[in-house]
């Protein structure tokens, strides 16, 4: 049993040292990969970065849509001024308060706004 032992013990150092090294290539692969995940998704081109972009051209995307439906518009209302005088007069009228000559211009005022005056 002393040789059975003996090797067995000189196995076991060398299965050690083995399984030492196997842990070590192990735990390096893992910190690699590690690494390698982390500057997939941290990096200034990475995931992470990638999303945020994203989101900010869906929102800028979106802001436009809007910017040229307001465009449009305003460029139909510059054309309703133009070419249609009783647009103009109409605007002329409601907004600015504006008559032709001999026209009586009345100024409603709301029941509130009298009482408070009063």
Avoid: C, H, Q, T
Avoid at 6 to 12: E, I, L, P, V
Avoid at 40 to 69: H, T, V
């Amino acid at each position: 049993m002393n040789v059975i032992n003996s090797n067995s013990n000189g196995d076991k150092s060398k299965f050690s040292l083995e399984s030492l090294f196997a842990l070590f290539k192990k735990l390096f692969l893992l910190l690699i990969a590690g690494g390698v995940i982390i500057a997939f998704l941290f990096n200034e081109r990475g995931l992470i970065s990638w999303y945020k972009y994203s989101m900010e051209r869906e929102r800028i995307e979106s802001e436009l849509d809007s910017l040229r439906a307001e465009e449009s518009a305003l460029r139909a209302e510059i054309e309703k001024l133009k070419f249609a005088p009783e647009y103009l007069e109409k605007l002329a009228r409601e907004k600015y308060g504006m008559a032709k000559k001999g026209e009586k211009v009345y100024k409603v005022i709301p029941e509130e706004e009298e009482k408070d005056k009063e």
